[in-house]
Nanobody
Framework: VQLQASGGGLVQAGGSLRLSCTASGTIFRPNTWSWYRQAPGKQRELVATITRVGSTNYSDSVKGRFTISRDNAGIAVYLQMNTLTPEDTAVYFC????????????WGQGTQVTVSS
């Protein structure tokens, strides 16, 4: 299973970006997708999660500004990020997990998001 993330870039504060992450190399779809981020000098933190049935959870820092979604085929996840602030600057990683056979956990390669003030 490989995850390919894209969509990062440089944006001014108040702007928007949409991240995408696509899974390939398996016919067994993930049960859970998540986006994490890691800012310089900080630990990686969970940003948002979506399950196979569409349940979502967000960190308090992004709630109301970010939206996680997935495609109907279950092979891609998206993170719509609105009203970005410099504190959102980080490398964003997608994560996919499957808890029933065959099980797996995979990380994408990370995509840089930089928000200028």
């Amino acid at each position: 299973v490989q995850l390919q993330a894209s969509g990062g870039g440089l944006v001014q504060a108040g702007g928007s970006l949409r991240l995408s992450c696509t899974a390939s190399g398996t016919i067994f779809r993930p049960n859970t997708w998540s986006w994490y981020r890691q800012a310089p000098g900080k630990q990686r933190e969970l940003v948002a999660t979506i399950t196979r049935v569409g349940s979502t959870n967000y960190s308090d820092s992004v709630k109301g500004r970010f939206t996680i979604s997935r495609d109907n085929a279950g092979i891609a996840v998206y993170l719509q990020m609105n009203t970005l602030t410099p504190e959102d600057t980080a490398v964003y990683f997608c994560y996919a997990a499957r808890r029933v056979g065959p099980t797996y956990e995979k990380w994408g390669q990370g995509t840089q998001v930089t928000v200028s003030s």
